[in-house]
């Protein structure tokens, strides 16, 4: 069986129509492995129409441009030159001639190159959208292999080539990011309860995780990574909540971490009268970034990383049982009693309790190895609890009434913005600005915001299928 398929261009202004032949395909018809197109068929197929279809059009655009559009005087070649552009079925070298301007338009400058204006960059929007959206899910190298292995890209096209791409469109973004402040409150109080009633109530959890340097190998540097949930009360069960993910390099000097966090939230409908809990760990950067975002908002040391300190002590409480069973579990039951005083907000009991431990392990000072440690972790957990006392709430209370303790859904987040795509356990390394702008892709992928952006940017571009977010 021959198949020959054909490309028939019909002008608009009227002219005959253009045929050209584009592929001829030799099929059999006898194995299951002869029926239909195979993947290097249609990859030909895909590259030679798109090579036929640039050409023509840009033909006419350039024959559109040939001529004044004030005296419509034919505009004289000054030069001969070409233009190479990208895109998801391949490179193509593309004419683009130097015309000499109308006389009536000087003193101007003398010539121009009228495909500037149709190629404002080199790279076509969809592939920079494949580029952008499969990078941030999945290695550079992982990104080029899988769309080389779908589409006819061209093969010089290499790694270095899509990180630059996937960080240009993050810088993109990041340039039409407002200016930082230091607060983001905005209005009068006494206009912020004439504001309709709001829907929804936000639950802030902020983290951080580490990923390693690629200057300073032996080193890590901190990324700070967020999630904000809107969610309904139970009389809007239908109404799905809407959760945003954010992130930034702290110490990135254009990361704007104020600004991104009030972007997230104003994305999903934040106003100035509306309820809002902040989780964070008590690190002072985090609190810092949640402050001023908000006149209701109230801010908590969230309890799972409270619990995860109080693990520590109940480490030690059971090597003290070891060396001494009825005093070790006496102060096993004081570290109980302590984390009970805790889980019920009663700060300066828990702060008593630890003076009382610290008094009780003191026999164990010679006969307990670790005794050192133990004392340093009281000292710190001391020193915590000052520090943060006036974000540690009632967390019993709280949590029998359905309210949010605790940052665990930002724990997953960490894990699934960072550590999947940062790959600690491969050792792979990073440059601040790399790993920063790489965020900007990957949370705007995941929360399904990425087609919505590239369709911003680029009004008549029409992606297949309309984004989802990952769910949480």
């Known amino acids: 069986m021959r198949v020959k398929l054909q490309l028939v261009i019909c002008h608009d202004d009227g002219h005959e129509e253009t045929v050209t032949d584009v592929i001829t395909l030799n099929k059999n018809h006898q194995r299951i492995e002869h029926l239909g197109l195979t993947m290097a068929e249609s990859k030909q197929l895909l590259s030679t129409l798109q090579r036929h279809l640039l050409q023509q059009q840009v033909h006419t655009f350039l024959h559109t441009s040939s001529t004044c559009q004030d005296c419509n005087t034919p505009l004289k070649l000054k030069a001969h030159g070409s233009r190479s552009f ?54 550079y190298g992982m990104s080029l292999d899988a769309l080389q292995d779908f589409l006819p890209l061209d093969r010089t096209l290499d790694v270095k080539t899509v990180r630059y791409d996937t960080l240009k469109v993050a810088k993109r973004m990041e340039a039409e990011l407002g200016e930082e402040r230091s607060g983001f409150i905005e209005g009068d109080p006494r206009d912020w309860e004439r504001l309709p009633t709001p829907e929804g109530v936000f639950t802030v959890g902020i983290d951080g995780g580490y990923v390693r340097h690629w ?14 949930i809107l969610s309904f009360q139970e009389d809007e069960e239908d109404r799905t909540p809407s959760l945003k993910r954010f992130g930034f390099v702290q110490t990135y000097d254009d990361a704007k971490p104020k600004r991104r966090l009030h972007e997230v939230l104003h994305a999903q409908g934040l106003q100035m009268n509306q309820e809002m809990t902040f989780l964070s ?16 908002a109230t801010h908590i040391l969230d309890w799972f990383h409270r619990t995860m300190k109080l693990t520590v002590l109940g480490q030690f409480g059971k090597g003290l049982v070891q060396c001494e069973a009825v005093l070790g579990e006496q102060i096993r039951d004081q570290i109980e009693r302590l984390k009970w005083s805790l889980w019920h907000g009663q700060v300066d009991k828990a702060l008593g309790k630890i003076d009382d431990l610290k008094t009780s392990i003191a026999p164990f000072e010679e006969t307990y ?42 724990e997953s987040t960490v894990n699934e913005v960072v550590s999947k795509r940062f790959c600690k356990k491969q050792q792979m390394q990073w440059s601040k600005e790399g790993a920063h702008l790489l965020l900007q892709t990957r949370v705007r992928t995941l929360n399904g915001e990425l087609g919505a952006i590239f369709k911003r940017w680029y009004p008549d571009m029409d992606l297949e299928v309309d984004e989802m977010p990952v769910a949480a």
């Open 86 to 139: 990208r895109t998801l079925f391949g490179t193509f070298k593309l004419p683009s001639p130097r015309l000499e301007l109308c006389p009536c338009k000087r003193p101007e400058p003398s010539s121009f190159r009228p495909l500037s204006a149709l190629l404002t960059d080199s790279v076509a929007p969809e592939l920079l959208y494949m580029e952008a959206k499969w990078s941030s899910l999945v290695s």
């Open 215 to 228: 200057l300073d190998k032996k080193h890590n540097f901190e990324v700070i990574v967020g999630k904000s």
């Open 281 to 296: 760990d008590g690190d002072d950067t985090l609190r810092a970034l949640q402050m001023e975002m908000s006149p209701k």
């Open 369 to 410: 190895a670790r005794f050192p440690r133990l004392i340093k972790a009281l000292a710190e957990l001391h020193t915590y609890i000052v520090h943060n006392r006036d974000v540690i709430p009632n967390y019993g209370e709280r949590y029998h009434h359905g309210e949010a303790i605790a940052t665990g859904f930002v």
